[in-house]
């Protein structure tokens, strides 16, 4: 093809630049500014100032035809930022939950990645269906039906009751939100591993016995090193949504569990209304998120990509 | 014979690189002429020039007479057997040789015909409805030759295309291809790196370098009369020496005068002096014969290639006798035996190692 | 005793995934509102959910908004491959780079940055948000899906039409086109998907009468009893169990007839 035909992506850049970059940027400067008023000379106001100012405009003048009685500046400030600060309790739990849902599913999914990995084509192919099933049903679903079952008259306290113990309290717990991350990202975290293991050869597996390897080692010194990528990429899949999430935690945490989601979306859809917070903590959330992959890209950077590298 | 193609001081520039210094280039009808070269020798570009994926910086490119510098590839009369063939996966046998006909809106039912035709040319008749992936590499390559000569062009440009085939398979194919152009009496236009098969199939052979003709002969004028060291070296094995011209028919090296066959020199000229390894003969080391001492023996089947330190330069002997290494031997060639050349640059940088490269990658 | 074990350690995985589906679905069959008492079956949960309005219009919504989003997001996407791959190395990878972006952020963050620029721009958060924040985050499936199709594409096809005769629009159609549709099918899929799925972005993107589904869904879910749910979530893993099955049967197949069984 021709040079030419590098313009055909002219439409999309102009899509991302709207849609993507700018849209970034403007959390950042939202994130970093401040809506302040001033009145007509160009002097502070403070919040009393600016109502009383207010309520005697809305009252005595006919809006139409007067000019407002105060001006409305955007001014650059760190007070957003700092005021994260406030907020570092929930960001840490948000950061420990992930880190432990994370975990879980890096211990139930490596092995189930590598039993499905050694079987015959056709099995593989039904496994790999089954593990992507419950994925493709929608997760507020998916975490409902959890809801039905933790709950302290639900199935699970039920079956309990019959043994004789319980019933315990689940639902609204750090554990159920835990159990609501690992149950909706086990997937994720086992289609990576799988595709990774699947292109180690038997023979690889063999030669490493052969070489007079037992089980244990045969697994430390090939299958793990071998599926180093499959476990990176895996565990970003499982840790990205996680500690990103504010469903989860609404509907199995009770709202008594809040994480960065609930957080960011208190500022922007909730009570709390503040866009400029929320920007400045989804800012945080982002790059605390960039560093982490280019820390788990530093892991497998043999890996490259289509052309470019995520960073 | 009628000339169909010239090219015309022809250079060509890729980011800052000329790969194409000023080509002059006439193309016969019935004529199979092969480029041939190192990588990156611009042998490649001169052929995508003449299908018009390449534009000349500088430089004209006539059929019959007509400038087509401008006129895109696919109003060319001319069709491509390209580099891996490049044959449309998604396409059966029959669809991919179609295809030429189908975009000339030829009516099916000739199309059927001279598909099968081509089929039958190419030795794989009943594999219509094939998918093309499932095919051989050999098979594959059948099939771009089908589905370039269907279209019934003037001139058939061939882009290494034996290139990824094993050797058995390269032999016959380049037989079939000298069988093929010879029924069809249509030009080929051939670009390869390997000498040989450019000695077995061509008419004409263009011998290429850093974007320069080096010479253009029949191919025993270019195994015998290799124009300079380059030539020499890249058609065949030659020990190529640094010499000193001291008149008509007497030059010095490796330390002695020899006389030669050569005149027309300038007095004293630095010259390189070319002589091929079958040329020498291998005899008793005596004062009459230029001596030295075997470093390596190596059986080739034929022959023995045998190595000689001789006057601190490296020589290549194949003969049928055998020798020891560290024996001390003489080395004789006649007057004949020497090639003189005048100096050409790239050839210093390659005396004993052959220069035939394995390297695929085409020139840009 | 080795296989033995590892047969029942899938089984408990696969019990962990399917029980709280399997949970959902039998009760939606369960006469009683109470999610845990079994008084009797019955279908009126189904009844109520097609007569279901909000449902029924949301789910509209999701599939035209599905649908719209995809193939905008596949023809720009696909121009755009095509586009980035002939671009030149620094280029092509700065703007992968940034293509990444909308698969890498978190979803949240991509939603309340769309949510500023609208309100920015001042667009009424609505069906047209909807569309363009979907098309946002589907073109980079896309584009990821078609550029290795082109990669892998023998780079003399182009060439080789033209050589037939094709001129450059003919030999765009008739080959590359062809030549990178699985990819292309492929993104268009996945958007499809993703923008049925999607959660997040419309949650922050969507106005007051352009629910799409899954909005919906979270809004039912919010009253803590509503077993339409549950007969929703059965219809769903029904109709995703026949599409996989169909989709895996045929990979299968596929499979089979190239022989890397």
Redesign the interface.
Known sequence: MTSKSKFLAAPYLLWMIIFIVIPLALIVVFAFTTTVYTDLEGNLLSNEEFDELRIEYDNFYDMADNELPYKKQTVFTLTHIMEVSNYVPVLLNSVWLAIIATAICLLIGYPLAYLISRMRYGFQKLMLMMVMLPMWMNFLLRTYAWMTLLERNGWINKLLGLVGIGPFDMINTQGAVVLGMVYNYLPYMILPLYSIMTKIDNRTIEAAQDLGANSLRVFSKVVLPLSMPGVASGITMVFVPSVSTFIISRMLGGGTNMLIGDLIDLQFLGNAYNPNLGSAISLVLLVFILLCMSITNQLNNEDNMDGGMLL | METIIEIKNVSKEFNGEKVLKGINLSIHDNEFMTLLGPSGCGKTTTLRIIGGFVTPDDGDVFFYGKKINDVPPYKRPVNTVFQKYALFPHLNVYDNIAFGLRISKVPENEIRQRVAEMLELVNLMGYEKRSVDNLSGGQQQRIAIARALVNSPKVLLLDEPLGALDLQLRKEMQIELKKIQQRLKITFIYVTHDQEEALTMSDTVVVMNEGIIQQIGTPQDIYNEPTNAFVANFIGESNILPGIMHRDYLVEFAGNNFDCVDAGFAPMEPVDVVIRPEDIKLVEASDEVLNGVVETVTFKGVHYEIVVNAYSDYWVIQSTKSANVGDIVGLSFTPEDIHIMHKSKPARQSRYSRTVSEDMADDK | MKKLS?KL??AL??G??????F??II?SFNASKS??VWTGFTFDWYKKLFNNEVILNSLVNTLIIAVIASVIATI??T??A??????K?MT???????????I???????G??????F??LNIDLGVVTLV??H??FC?PYV??NV??KL?QM?R?????????????M??FF???I??I?PGIITGFLMSI?YSI?D??IS??THGATSQT??IT??SM?RR?VSPE?NA??AI??VV??VV??IM?IR??RA?KERG??
Do not use: W
Not at chain 3, 82 to 87: E, K, L, S, V
Not at chain 3, 92 to 102: A, H, M
Not at chain 3, 112 to 117: A, F, G, I
Not at chain 3, 156 to 168: I, R, S, T
């Open positions: 590892s350690y899938m995985v696969f962990f995934l399917y029980i709280p589906i949970v959902l009760n999610r845990t720009l996407g121009a755009a095509i586009g980035i791959f002939n671009m190395r092509k990878s700065l703007i992968i780079n940034i293509t990444y972006l909308p890498i952020n978190p979803e949240i963050v991509t309340v940055s769309l949510m500023l620029l309100v920015f363009l924040a098309i946002t073109v584009i990821l550029l290795p990669h023998n003399h096809l182009y060439e080789a039409a033209m050589d037939l005769g094709c001129n450059p003919q030999a008739k080959v590359i062809p030549e549709m998907t799925d959660f997040v949650y922050f589904l899954p869904i979270f879910t803590k749910v929703l979530s769903i893993f995703i169990l996989l099955l895996n990979e299968i499979g890397d069984v």
